[in-house]
């Protein structure tokens, strides 16, 4: 199998994501009391982070 890159905005986004559904879980078991609309504001700056990532990630790549 070829190698391929590795994306690390891709590593972010899907850490942010298991958080967000660890927190759900943790809702609908009963662990956690939060309002369903919390987790959006986590959500969009997790978004934005893994953007800002990979565009430093991408930068650094190109100057290679």
Known sequence: MRRHDFEPGKLVIGLVL?????????????DLHFPSYALLPVLVAGFC???????????VRRRR
Do not use: T
């Open 49 to 59: 982070l893994a953007g800002v990532v990979s565009f430093v990630a991408f930068a």
């Open 18 to 30: 298991l958080v967000c559904a660890g927190a759900y879980l943790g809702a609908a078991h009963g």
